[in-house]
């Protein structure tokens, strides 16, 4: 398919949906109406071989989890979404038909979402790559760098459950009702937007779990110039039974994976009250630095991190 | 390198230089003040093997091309660049200090253009890529769409230098003061931002030229739904004689590189007036359909078009 024919294609799939819109795919930009909000803009990418392979998830899914990890950065920020941008490589082994998978999986995580992709540039490649661009908005975009000692830390969304769903996909296991959840939160993950219009204003700072609770509540913890008390029995409690469930089938850790799993993109929030219905008490900001584990009051070792260029 | 300690060198390096930028690299997404124009916004990929070799040009030159390529799509629009981001791949066999290398060139053009690049995202991949994104603004943005009958055609910026240039390193050509202007044509492109802020309210129509004049003015025919009538010399006067000299060093036909050859990122505008000092006349506008090419008043074949993914 030339360039041409599948932005003509993205943009009867995809075009505006949305009053901001004033130009949609067609023309060397996009154009979309002002607003008197800042704006919040980030890209983040999904690389085949890297992020994904396609024994783990077909391009369809492809599509959606990479939406979906780009757009949880505006969530993190408390921002509205505007509109997204799709810049696809596809590989000499790529069909037209793969290319319409992958993008009607982008179509739905953006439908999904409410988010208008009004625009794309499509490139050969040696594999299939995803990168995504956001332009949200937000009247007073949360930062990772406002928690004060004193503030609880508050878990929108589970952690872990991702990591034991690609444990499991990678290790062949059957479909079990202990599993099937947790391959569900690896393949469909869900930018939580809704929660995160409810920080602003409540929250002093947040970020999304994309590589690991302790790694991310470690980022936030250095940009605040704060410690993090995790309480590990809290962050169970806050994911529920599924990661227990799936964990024991695996024969994993549920702690370690709840620390260390990246990719289920919840929201961490310091602040004083619970920010909306789906926050749950997971710990506490200290004055200090870093980030620690406790357990009754007792220390427990943080997993090793996880870096995508580690 | 991590990915944070990328991230860190890219805020270093390219940091927030406008006053437009309140928050810049550092945490989940960059944040912009808003201002009252309507917003502008594409994105554009540079893929090695497809839109460059390391043969051809080193790494810092891949980003400057890169960053000028995006940016150009502003340029088409008549758009105020407010911020770019970067999404980088880099392959196995990349050193952190190619890393380096790339990112000084994205600065380098960023600079030249200022415009501050806000954030990116870095990734592992089979290849070295450059997906760029570019927020701008402006208060009548310029579409393919509003060509009327009538206008006049108008180029600013050479087109076919750098098909020459191309042709001449893929070649092996000696260095040569014929050759030298076109491989610095391909090489060393320019988003033309101050000549395409002279299009609002000047221009009906504009597109800037990736692909190659006849291509890319088929584009804004179709869009306008008119008929695009190139002067064959015009065109040739326009670019100047670098073009003749260095197309006749290898044996080309210039007026067949002018208008086929991709990538100098000139502007066509339609007007009835030179809508800036930098544009020349090269055609006019009439009514019906497509693109000839006329040289006296006589039909010349138009050469075959070059898509990325053709």
């Known amino acids: 398919m030339s360039e041409h024919a599948w932005l003509a294609r993205l943009g009867a799939t995809l075009g505006p949906s949305s009053p901001r819109v004033l130009l949609g795919i067609g023309d060397d930009a996009a154009v979309l109406a002002p607003g008197p909000s800042p704006l919040v803009f980030t890209v983040d990418a999904s690389v085949e071989g890297v ?11 492809a599509g959606y989890r990479a939406f979906m990890a780009a757009l949880s950065d505006l969530a993190a920020m408390g921002a509205r979404p505007l509109a997204a941008l799709s810049s696809l490589t596809v590989p000499g082994y790529g069909a037209e038909s793969d290319l319409d998978t992958l993008t009607a999986g982008q179509a739905a995580a953006a439908a999904a979402l409410g988010v208008p992709i009004v625009g794309g540039n499509l490139s050969r490649g040696p594999c299939w790559s995803i990168h995504t661009s956001a332009l949200g908005e937000a009247a007073e975009p949360v930062r990772r760098s406002g928690a004060r000692p004193g ?29 099937d959840p947790c391959i569900a939160a690896w393949r469909r993950p869900v930018a939580r937007l809704a929660d995160g219009l409810l920080l602003p204003g409540r929250a002093s700072a947040a970020i999304d779990i994309s590589d690991g609770l302790a790694q991310d509540a470690g980022h936030l913890a250095r940009a605040s110039g704060v410690s993090l008390v995790l309480d590990a029995d809290l962050v169970l409690g806050a994911v529920g039974p599924e990661l227990t469930a799936g964990a024991a089938a695996l024969g994993l850790d549920p702690l370690a994976m709840a620390l260390g799993g990246g990719e289920d993109y919840a929201l961490l929030a310091c602040a004083a009250q619970a920010p909306g219905p789906a926050f749950r008490r997971v710990g506490a900001v200290e004055a200090g630095q870093g980030v620690r584990v406790e357990r009754a009051g007792v220390a427990v070792a943080l997993p090793a991190g996880f870096d995508h260029l580690a």
């Open 151 to 179: 503030d609880s830390l508050w878990l929108a969304g589970p952690v872990g459950l991702a990591a034991v769903g690609l444990r499991a996909l990678l290790g062949g296991h059957a479909p079990s009702s202990a599993l």
């Open 51 to 61: 992020h994904f392979t396609l024994d783990l998830v077909d391009l369809g899914g």
